[in-house]
């Protein structure tokens, strides 16, 4: 069973039987179903900020496991349940042009974490969503996987809806694209599925580097590009690379995927990965000490996905066990699975010369090149006294990675560890890079 209404209608006939009229009443029968995404259903409770967390409270405290394994019943499926609310921001779930646009009101910018590593993409996203095709047309968001390109893309067309009601805007995926395409050649209804994709106001391509190996979607979808574009309406796309290095994606997409601005998403540094976990946090309506949010963000560096899914197995370690404090015990136990199966990165020293350029914000190579100067020997030296810490290389073998002697790395790594010992600032950023440098 797929279509989210189906599942949550055998859901709510299940909680029926199984819960007091009046509980079900109260907080089951307001809820509307929202969508059914990778392992994650979302529903949606009523009221605004305020009504709407304790009623989501309610829910994720004493109704969770009850209605998740009724998913599990009607579905065969586990999914994670996922709760939202209408914010002022975030348009209504049973709004018809919502309905239409496809678009998840839970995605918005009020609640995605900005920080250096998507600055960029948040600016430019909330430039779109405020005066679409004015300045990035297209907006082309590219990053790796649990990132938040869903949630940013999203958010712009959620903003963009609250602000202007009645506009038409469409959220897709280049395999529902594509998907689609294919069942209207077959059906004949060639028409309707140019109508609705070349009519909206906002067009919202997520995952686009799916159509590079299919070559009629492509086809269609540049004319369905063209003529959004001539007609002034925004596009905005998501990828996990830039259209550039995309094998087989049309030449002719790649020079119009270009055109507007291209905008990166990075995995979250340490400062980020913390805000994002207490924002995530407050919306739970749990208590955390710093310590504990300080541990998973320390630990899980891989991406907001998986910070999340660290999250919300604390809270259901804290469900079964029946608490609203969660102690560090509780969360190194909740944790000690995943972080066994995390994927270790296989660390070399081209891996640290590469993390830390991107750190220091220098073109790929700097390190190995000649130059002297303090913006390049500097970060050489933190890459050569990190690459003996973590590595334990002889001198001799970093030296060669370098193009060094290796009385150059020795002086150079002493030379560091002792500003290490007296600069807590320094004493930071190798932390932060060795971070970088252990996530996958
Ligand atoms: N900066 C952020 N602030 C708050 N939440 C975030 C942020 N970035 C990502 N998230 C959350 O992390 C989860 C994963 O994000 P999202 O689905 O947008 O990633 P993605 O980049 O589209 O991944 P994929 O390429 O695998 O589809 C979502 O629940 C999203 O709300």
Redesign the pocket.
């Known amino acids: 069973m797929e279509n989210i209404n189906d599942i949550w209608g055998n859901v709510t006939k299940q909680l029926r039987d199984e819960m007091s009229t009046v509980a079900f009443d109260t907080w089951i029968k307001p809820i509307k179903p929202v969508e059914v995404?990778?392992d994650?259903i979302t529903l949606c409770v009523p009221g605004g900020l305020q009504k709407g967390s304790l009623n989501k409270s309610m829910i994720m405290t004493k109704y969770r496991s009850l209605i998740e394994s009724s998913i599990k019943n009607v579905t065969g499926k586990s999914l994670d349940l996922?709760v939202c609310f209408e914010t002022n921001s975030g348009v209504q779930a049973d709004d018809p042009i919502k309905q239409e646009s496809a678009l998840n009101p839970?995605?918005t910018f009020d609640?995605?974490?900005?920080?250096n590593?998507?600055n960029l993409a948040?600016a430019a996203s909330l430039a779109v969503a405020e005066t679409p095709a004015h300045k990035y047309n297209p907006l082309f968001i590219y990053?790796?996987?649990?990132?938040?390109?869903?949630?940013?893309?999203?958010a712009i067309g959620n903003f963009y809806l609250t602000n202007n009601p009645g506009k038409r805007v469409l959220y897709t995926t280049s395999e529902k694209f594509t998907y689609e395409l294919v069942n209207a050649i077959r059906e004949k209804t060639n028409q309707d599925f140019r109508n609705k994709h070349r009519t909206v106001d906002l067009l919202l391509m997520?995952?686009v580097q799916f159509l590079a190996t299919k070559e009629l979607a492509q086809e269609e979808f540049f004319h369905t590009f063209n003529a959004l574009y001539e007609a002034g309406k925004q596009i905005v796309l998501?990828s996990?690379r830039l259209p550039s290095e995309t094998p087989h994606l049309a030449d002719r997409l790649k020079t119009r995927f270009q055109m507007g601005l291209l905008a990166d998403?990075q995995p979250?540094d340490y400062e980020?990965r913390l805000?994002?976990l207490k924002?995530?946090i407050e919306d739970e309506y749990f208590t955390f000490d710093e310590e504990i949010v300080e541990y998973v963000a320390n630990n899980i560096t891989s991406?907001?996905?998986d910070?999340?899914g660290a999250l919300k197995r604390i809270l259901a370690y804290a469900g079964i066990e029946r608490t609203n404090t969660i102690s560090m015990e509780l969360a190194q136990k909740a944790l000690k699975e995943i972080l066994s199966t995390l994927p270790q990165r296989n660390i070399t020293i081209s891996v640290i010369i590469d993390e830390v350029e991107k750190y220091y914000r220098l073109p790929k190579g700097s390190l190995i090149t000649k130059k002297r100067s303090n913006d390049i020997a500097y970060p050489r030296h933190i890459a050569m006294y990190i690459s003996r810490v973590i590595l334990d290389e002889s001198y001799a073998s970093i030296g060669d990675a370098f193009k060094r002697d290796h009385s150059t790395v020795m002086n150079a790594v002493k030379k560091i560890k002792k500003m290490v010992t007296e600069d807590t600032e320094l004493q930071e950023i190798i932390n932060e890079l060795v971070t970088n440098i252990k996530k996958d």
């Open positions: 995404a990778g994650s996922d839970k995605y609640n995605f974490i900005v920080g590593n998507n948040q990053g790796g996987s649990g990132l938040g390109k869903t949630h940013l893309i999203q997520d995952d998501t996990d998403i979250p980020t805000a994002i924002s995530k991406n907001v996905r910070l999340e």
